[in-house]
Nanobody, 123 residues
Framework: QVQLVESGGGLVQAGDSLRLSCAAS????????LGWFRQAPGKEREFVGG???????RYADAVKGRFTISRDDAKNTVYLQMNSLKPDDTAVYYC?????????????????WGQGTQVTVSS
């Protein structure tokens, strides 16, 4: 089993930056795809971005150019750097891990999920 714990959320103003972290424990996730999803109030959870074991990344169109995912396998941790934040980015952000390294953007591809961290962007 893999446990994922997100941190780094908070309240920021539009245009600010924030970095989320997700620490994995229980197993090494070096060969997993690690992803970030978010759920805004009243909306379905959506894909934000993901990073494969080889470092290849993919992003949702809504965050492309503003958000960057990176991983530190020595720390079993994945990061989400969020720049130029907008009020529409307000959501609970979830970290997820895909043990088969599909590199996809579908929730069902991810085996393990964190509890989420709240990000609120004020205008």
């Amino acid at each position: 089993q893999v446990q994922l714990v997100e941190s780094g959320g908070g309240l920021v103003q539009a245009g600010d930056s924030l970095r989320l972290s997700c620490a994995a424990s229980g197993r090494t996730v070096t060969y997993y795809t690690l992803g970030w999803f978010r759920q805004a109030p009243g909306k379905e959870r959506e894909f934000v971005g993901g990073i494969r074991w080889n470092g290849n990344t993919r992003y949702a169109d809504a965050v492309k150019g503003r958000f960057t995912i990176s991983r530190d396998d020595a720390k079993n941790t994945v990061y989400l750097q969020m720049n130029s934040l907008k009020p529409d980015d307000t959501a609970v952000y979830y970290c997820a891990a895909d043990s088969l390294d599909n590199g996809g953007d579908r929730q069902y591809e991810f085996d393990y999920w964190g509890q989420g961290t709240q990000v609120t962007v004020s205008s």
